[in-house]
Structures are given as C-alpha cells and as structure tokens.
C-alpha cells in the first residue's frame, strides 16, 4: 500500500538544530573510542571541535556523516535522524575528511561537474554554481589541471570547493587547513567566515589560532567526552580564570605555585614545560583577580631565593584552555580510576 508523506514529516520545526547529538557511544572490539558524548550546534554557527590525537573527533565526525555507525545514542542533522535515514541526512552534508580521497586522474572543473552530477545539482545550475566555488576556493587558474599535478595545497582547496559544491546545510570538515601556507590559510579562513549565518559548519583542526578567529564556539573532547564548551572568551573564563602570569623559572612548580599562593590564594597552576638546558621552565598560574599581582608575585618568589628569570602577565589563548581542559580531564580520569 502507497504511503503519503506529510509536511510535517519532511520539514522539520523553525528551531530545529542543525547538529544534536545525544548520548553518543561507539565502541570497537570493547575499546570505547566515544563516550556518551552530547552537544547540540544551531543553524549558522561555526563550531571548532577540538582534542588530542586519539580523542575520538574524527569518530565523531563520520558518525555524524553516516559513514559510521554508532554503537549506541542519537545523532540528528537538521532534524533527520542518522541511523535511520542516512541518505537524506548525506543529501544535507558536505563532508571534508582529513585524508580526502581525490581522483588523480581529472581535471578540478570535471571533478567538481561530476560530484555535482553526483549531488543532485540540476545542470543548468551546476555550471554557474562550479564557477562560484572556483572563485570562493582561489581555484580558477587551476580549473583544467590535472588532480594528481596538483600541490598538497591546491587539493586541499579542491576538497573543501567539492564539500560546498551543493550548498548543503551543514559543512563538516576534518582538518581542512593541514599543508596550506599563510596566504591559503587565509582565503580558507575568509571562505569559511563567510558561509557563517548560510551554513553550518563544523571544523577539526589543531590550528588553534585559526579555530579562534574562525569560529563562533569551541567544543573539546578527550577519552571519548565532552570536557569543555562554549565561546572561546567564556572558556577563558571558565576554565583558566581572568588574568595569566607566565614565569620562568628555575623551580619546582608545586614550590613556586605555594610561593604564590602566600600572596594570592586562589593562583592555580594551568600549564608547565619541560626545563631546558639551564634548568629554567615556563609555568603559567591562573587566578580570577583582575588587578596586577605582577610586583608582588615577584617579590615573593625571590624572598623564597627562587630563581626567576622572567615573569609577565600573558593574554590566555586557546591553546591555554585547550591544554587547561585536556590535562584537567586527565587529572579527573586518573583520580576516578584510583578510586576504582
């Protein structure tokens, strides 16, 4: 018997997120590589979704594609649900993998004609819209060159011009940045910046510089979870507090950190490095005081015959909350672990 479908069935609600994610886990042969994650993107934000190698991103990513099928958990693109109507949420995705799998025998302008073809794009728009994307990308002196005598920079372009090819609702792109120099890190930057509002689009990178002036939100995972969330600024505040002091010192960090903590109680240790030849490390505390500790700082610490060599007080950027999320969700993991 012909079934009719329904509005209803096919246009989803006015604030119906692009991307929700609820509960999500997948595992592979007993080892958790997602880990009850949930989080939820609305229509036109730019997300950076963030973590360590092995952090479970791109697993993510090709769940929410389709490629992939999750072990349990809900994951929903515009409305449609994943697992059971993958080829309609593909018809709403253009998807960049980070390895993207480009033809080395064809021309960039017969490629992108032939993914069009494949997407649905009607051939009376198709030319016009492969023009478009060839401008957006900085492609069109390459449009009859051979895929395979491309550079590593000029395929990447070509990889992000096919994900945007059908105008899809939602971009998602795993390292789209890796192997462009300055200048096409830029016209990346500023081809991304202006689908904002248009797209949704979703971006792994360990640019942190340019996830920080690209997108709208930050997502961090690591082990599988959700460790952090929200605009750069708000995890700034969050997680790393509102003022940063970068010292170099030669000194044990629990010994500088009590050493400052005499002058201001709620210092934390965010971030350390390794000593360098001559012993001297780059240890950065945290606290929520605005006003400058930066004199009496280092009047404690040379009272202590610490040996400092520098002490500023630095901007936090993402790659401070990144490191600060990452190690604090170690440090939470580890604790759970020796409870057990």
């Not at 604030?15 to 949930?38: C, F, R």
């Not at 992000?160 to 120099?181: C, Q, S, Y």
């Not at 509002?197 to 995972?221: A, F, K």
């Amino acid at each position: 018997m012909e079934t009719t479908t329904t509005i209803s069935e096919t246009t989803p609600p006015p604030d119906t997120p692009a991307i929700e994610v609820s509960h999500l886990v997948k595992t592979y042969a007993g080892v958790t590589a997602v880990s009850d994650i949930s989080f939820r993107v609305e229509k036109g934000e730019i997300i950076g979704f963030l973590g360590p190698n092995g952090a479970g991103k791109s697993t993510t990513m090709r769940i929410l594609t389709g490629y992939l099928p999750a072990t349990s958990g809900s994951v929903s693109i515009c409305g449609v649900p994943v697992a059971s109507r993958p080829d309609e949420v593909k018809r709403k995705i253009g998807y960049m993998p980070e390895n993207n799998p480009l033809p080395e025998d064809m021309r960039v302008s017969e490629y992108l004609y032939f993914r069009g073809r494949l997407k649905e794009v009607k051939r009376r728009q198709l030319g016009p819209r492969i023009d478009e994307v060839l401008e957006l990308c900085d492609l069109k002196r390459v449009r009859h060159k051979i895929i395979g005598k491309l550079s590593k920079g000029f395929r990447q372009r070509v990889g992000i011009a096919e994900a945007i090819l059908a105008e899809p609702p939602v971009i998602i792109m795993d390292e789209p940045t890796i192997g462009l120099d300055p200048h096409q890190i830029q016209i990346v930057r500023q081809l991304i910046a202006s689908l904002r509002g248009r797209m949704t689009v979703i971006i792994s990178s360990h640019i942190l510089p340019e996830i920080e002036m690209t997108c709208d939100r930050v997502l961090i995972i690591n082990q599988g979870r959700v460790v952090a969330q929200g605009t750069p600024a708000d995890l700034r505040r969050e997680i790393l507090g509102r003022s940063i002091y970068e010292i170099e010192a030669q000194s044990d960090p629990a010994q500088l950190l009590d050493a400052a903590n005499a002058v201001e109680p709620t210092l934390r240790l965010s971030t350390e490095t390794e000593p360098d030849a001559n012993g001297f490390r780059t240890i950065k505390l945290t606290t929520e005081r605005d006003d400058d500790l930066g004199e009496e700082l280092l009047r404690a610490l040379l009272a202590r015959n610490l040996r400092v060599r520098a002490l500023s007080r630095a901007h936090a950027t993402l790659e401070d909350v990144f490191l600060a999320a990452t190690r604090r969700s170690w440090d939470v993991r580890s604790e759970d672990l020796r409870k057990k």
